[in-house]
């Protein structure tokens, strides 16, 4: 029983000693952001791109309006080896608002399925904390309109105007 209780004191003070060096950090390392995930992230697949790995988001934006922007991640000319240019910034608080609302809006339309194919797609992901309110818009076919229905039309542009808007809200860091 003697030997019992040496042996948990033994790893109490083990523990214990760990923790105090593990907290024994500088205070001027940065802190790493509250969340590592982005809450709207924007994705492009360019027309033809079935064949790539190399896919990266145009735009990823942060719950405190903190944003990157890989302009050129959707670009044909850039060659899969070379990592698309990225640019840190912001997003206007505003703007921010406005978008989460209007793509849990759009996640209730019908953005319709077009009969083209290989014709690419523009993903709008919601991933906010807790991830049980998930939102995953996909939009195939961009610029198709057979076979859609006017109502469905109209839905599709009004993600295509979201999509638009958060890009040109970027404002890049000096």
């Known amino acids: 029983m003697r030997s019992t209780k040496s042996a948990l004191l033994v790893l109490v003070v083990a523990l214990a000693g760990s923790w105090g060096v593990a907290s024994a950090e500088p205070a001027d390392t940065p802190q790493p952001p509250a969340s590592a995930t982005a809450l709207l992230t924007l994705t492009t697949i360019p027309s033809g791109w079935s064949e790539r790995v ?78 049980d309110q998930d939102v995953h818009l996909l939009m195939y076919a961009p610029d198709a309109t057979e076979n859609l229905t006017p109502d469905q039309q109209a839905n599709r542009k009004r993600f295509t105007d979201l999509y638009r808007k958060l890009l040109d809200a970027f404002t890049k860091d000096h």
Do not use: F, H
């Not at 903190?66 to 070379?82: F, L, Y």
């Not at 206007?92 to 609302?101: Q, R």
């Open 54 to 131: 190399d896919l990266r988001p145009l735009l990823q934006i942060y719950a405190d309006g903190r944003a990157v922007q890989q302009p050129d991640a959707a670009s044909t000319t850039r060659a899969a080896d070379v990592p698309p240019q990225r640019l840190s910034g912001t997003i206007p608080v505003d703007v921010l608002n406005a978008a989460l609302a209007e793509t849990k809006s759009l996640a209730a339309l019908d953005l319709g399925m077009p009969s083209a194919t290989d014709e690419g797609t523009q993903i709008i992901d919601l991933m906010p904390t807790p991830p």
